[in-house]
């Protein structure tokens, strides 16, 4: 095996572990209970939850480049309404689908601008934005549940090649980060900025720049998110969903993005988002009560956090 | 007087007039606004917010954070109903019980930012989401009601004209300002706050000092936890979600720094009133209870950039 | 022949405190400018500022003899200058490959990064810099410091470094690698790449440089061509006077014994050492950095607990497992680095005088404000503290005086042994004589003093003994009749070896 194989076998860990840990998931509920690896049940977990994994991507941005976003629920939540709300009001169909990408770009662009020129820590100005949005859009709404989509808007049901197409976005928006993480100097610098700011700045690049396009990105693709989000049921909650926030963020620790910044591939965070989605549906299938989600997720996060501080320490 | 509190009483200073411009406003919008009623009942709604405002002073100060505050009320709210009705314990007991859990839950945040040494946003996201997976976990979404009249006394009752829990929130607070302010473990706090590794070479007990403060910090949330199960006598595992937004809000509101080493209790105290009668009085001029969220978001950013301007302005 | 870089009466301030006043330096192509200076004589500012990181008030930058103004580092960057920084601003975290390229990848004509061709061009550099067996797809993370440096110098050729800047490159060098780097040194050098060098190493300095310049309290001293200096004759430019006149060292009779160490280890890093310091006596540790002076000086202060070994004080074995324990057995320590270790800037000097000895200023842990200012004032009467109150914010002080803050600090606690690591470092001349004179008024006092110093002209002028480090391990003890800057200097570089190269192994 050459060297540079096993670098990139090294730096991919994460990565592999969780193509086992998935294969194992499936292996072990499919034995248990067959009707769990039904094409029926295989879609469902794809379809539910693909829109998560579109998000993690670009929550992984975020977290490489050493921030973090709390609003990104809640962004999601009101970039779908407003893409229901220009559906049903006789806007285009395409207008409906592009409009959650710019406005959710030009909202986290503000949210950027903020953290890297205003100095406001990330943790803070995305805490308020999810105030912000959340209860902006609950007040604009009352609440009430948008219906009498469009037939030709649901996207997330369309189907090509017989996979439905939430699937192929998941995938695709992948390969296409991934390779803009990899191949680009725009990609290169997130990692820069992430893994050392000062040393970035030395090597000429710009630290706030760089921290604004991440958030920028990060809302587009929060837009595709939502859109996914909006079009897989006949009518789109007006609320956005709790805690969702917390299962992106966990899906790209998950995944392998390092806590601390500068390390991490977008492959890890769509692998965990994923494993999410089956463990969650696997919790029906084992005869556990839904209600224990969130808390095998917040174990698995913080077993991956200790993992990373572990494993940082080891390697200094 | 230090040159450092004559910038913190100018900030003070600058909020306290706020706050008296604020109330004038809101009076002549509604004459239902400045009444003794009025107050004393807005003094009761901010109680468990304002509780949790204290400990969270002082973990923003060593310049940390605690996301899983609303977390543990939840849990410990669940944990009161569970151990009152499913476990047939008497009421002071499963309050003692509580208290202690969250107290536990506390501790165990700290010992994940000491000894593991994980940055406290990403130890605390962690736990915020294991400890509300518990609490939905062990409640099952079922909620407990029927508490005895005498309990209602803490949440609803009065003591010398004044709503009980405000004399609860009147001690803590005054603990709060009398150990930040006076004591060789408040200024170990700054210390910690300002240099972290200074603090160490100079023989102060960093660790256990940060310790005590996450595990008082989930100690009086089980206590604001408490508090809220008794003032409307039902427990639901989604209480107190989201009120670390508006607790973080408060501490920096009242010119406590994000970044650590400087802030007051007082200034804490302020915060929080000017928060509690900006939402009261929007909501007595008919905007709802969620278009004060966003009212509290854009207060926070508001809030930081302030911060920040003047701490550009006295640094040295 | 016009030099490439020239600065012409460069002068500097950091808001009170001038660093440089009318510098001038000039840099031939191909040629080796030795830049000396005892610390904190401005030698950081100036490369700053020809680097284009700091902007000068006055003076001028010329540039192929044309004036320049460099907004930043990137502009300076682009014209071929390039600073090896001591701190090796580096991505752990990333490749070989990617440090040497990063922020100006080699690119496809699609405009996205060439992995391919980054990869081979850094092997190229690396291969030129003579390091065939640095992989380039390795982790920075994992290297050793002696090879971070070398990607830190392939990252400065690949951009085409004309004048390459090496900011204390052996610092943290063993001498293997030190040889290796003079001999990249001299192959940039016949390549015609001009070069900075700063070192406090007189052997280097002969073997590789052209030229010298020397620094002292923000001012030229003189730039001489290496054959008409000697190290005599460097060492008194840059001290200013005869070495006996500025340190007035006193013979104090040698007190009872107060500290003796077994051989004390802390596993890796120092290993076993063993000596004893006696009242009245200043005990001098010389050593290059990195050969576990700091080390050694925070394991006897409890920082780094001792792995192995016996510390005995007054004669009693004491057990020092934390700062507290110490501070509790009489020892007191002043670091190296003050900024993060001594002082807190953003508090008062009335509350970092104080912080140490917190727990004997209270009343059921309520804080004396009333004794813990008279205190700060009879601190600030006794160091000559120069502050406008015991309120003032101790980040507000020059460098001499925040280091008075932390020793008057570490005295409130009335230590038997004071450990005084690099007590003059980032002090200016008045205030450096001042500590020194301090310190032989505390020895007459019967304090037993260790002191840790990058100076050798320090230490030879204050230390009763020197006590010398190589690599972890005590390699002589020297007395002062005997302490030679030749004899210590050879105890401090003599046999290294290069150590075991970090991940070698992997």
Known sequence: MSRRLTHTLGSLGQEILLVVVILALFAFVGVYNPRFLSENNLTSIFVGNAYIAVAAIGMSLVIISGNIDVSIGALIGVLAVISGLLVTNGYPIWVAWLAPLVVGAAINAVVGCLIAYARVPSIIATLAMLSILSGGLITFTGGQWISGLPAGYQLAQFRLLNVPSPVWFMIGMTILAGFLMRYTTFGRSVYAVGSNPEAARASGISYKATVVKVFAIHGAIGGVAAVLFATQLQVIQSTTPVGLELVIITASVVGGVSILGGVGTVFGSTLAAILFAAIGSSLIFLNVSAYWLRAVQGILILATVLADMARRRRTG | MTAMTRILIRHEFILGILFVIVLFAMASQNDRFLTTANLLNQARLMTEVGLIAIPMTFVIVTGGIDLSVGSILGLCAILLGVFWQNLGLPLPAAIGLSLAAGTAAGFANGLIVTRFRVPPLIATLATLALYRGLAEGISQARSVRGYPDWFAVLGRGDFLGIPTQLWLFALVAAVGIFVLRFTTFGRTTYAIGNNEAAAEFSGLPVVRTKLLIYTASGFISALAAIVFVSRVSTTRSDMGSGIELEVITAVVLGGTSIFGGRGMVIGTLIGLCLMQILQNGLSLSGVRGDGTTVVIGAVLIVAVLISNLLSRFSSD | ?506
């Open chain 3, 1 to 506: 022949m016009t030099p490439i870089l020239e600065l012409k009466n460069i002068t500097k301030a950091f808001g009170p405190v001038k660093v440089l006043t009318g510098v001038n330096f000039d840099l031939r192509p191909g040629e080796v400018h030795a830049l000396m200076g005892e610390n904190g004589a401005g030698k950081s500012t100036m490369i700053r500022i020809a680097a284009g990181d700091h902007r000068a008030e006055e003076g001028e930058i010329r540039l192929d003899g044309d004036v320049r103004r460099f907004a930043g580092p990137r502009e300076a960057q682009a014209e071929g200058i390039i600073v090896v920084h001591q701190e090796l601003l580096l991505f752990p975290a990333l490749s070989v490959a990617e440090n040497v390229f990063l922020g100006h990848q080699p690119k496809t004509a699609a405009g996205l990064v060439d992995w391919g061709r980054m990869r081979r061009e850094a092997r190229d550099l690396l291969d030129r810099l003579d390091c065939p067996n640095l992989d380039v797809d390795q982790k920075v993370s994992r290297l050793s410091v002696a090879d971070r440096q070398r990607v830190e110098i392939a990252r400065a050729l690949s951009r085409n470094a004309r004048v390459l800047i090496m900011d204390e490159p052996t610092a943290a060098l063993a001498e293997a690698d030190v040889k290796r780097l003079l001999e990249v040194v001299r192959r940039l050098r016949s390549e015609g790449v001009a070069i900075v060098y700063v070192s406090h190493r007189m052997n280097e300095i002969f073997e590789i440089a052209d030229r010298v310049t020397v620094l002292r309290d923000g001012v030229s001293v003189g730039t001489k061509p290496i054959a008409e200096v000697t190290e005599a004759s460097l060492v008194s430019m840059m001290v200013g006077r005869d070495i006996h006149q500025l340190f007035p060292k006193e013979d104090i009779p040698r007190g009872e014994k107060r500290l003796e160490l077994r051989s004390v280890s802390l596993a890796g890093v120092v290993e076993d050492i063993s000596f004893d310091l006696h009242a009245g006596e200043i005990l001098g540790i010389a050593g290059l950095v990195g050969s576990g002076r700091t080390e050694l000086a925070q394991t006897i202060f409890g920082v780094t607990p001792a792995t192995s070994g016996e510390i005995l004080i007054d004669g009693k074995p004491q057990k020092i497992a934390s700062v507290r324990e110490a501070i509790d057995a009489g020892i007191a320590y002043v670091p190296e680095d003050r900024g993060t270790h001594g002082i807190i800037r953003a508090q008062p000097l009335r509350e970092n005088v104080s912080m140490a000895i917190l727990d004997r200023l209270t009343k059921f842990s309520v804080v004396d404000t009333g004794r813990e200012q008279s205190l700060a004032s009879d601190a600030i009467k006794r160091f000559s503290i120069r502050a406008r109150d015991a309120r003032q914010r101790v980040g507000q002080l020059s460098g001499g005086n925040q280091q008075k803050v932390v020793l008057a600090k570490w005295l409130a606690t009335d230590p038997k042994i004071l450990i005084l690591d690099e007590p003059t470092r980032g002090v200016d001349v008045g205030a450096k004589t001042e500590i020194h004179r301090l310190m032989g008024d505390l020895a007459k006092k019967g304090l037993a003093i260790l002191m840790i110093s990058s100076e050798l002209p320090e230490v030879l002028g204050m230390s009763d003994r020197v006590l010398v480090m190589r690599e972890g391990r005590l390699s002589a003890i020297v007395d002062r009749k005997d302490a030679s800057p030749a004899a210590v200097g050879a105890a401090m570089m003599q046999g290294r070896r290069e150590p075991a190269r970090a991940g070698a192994a992997r």
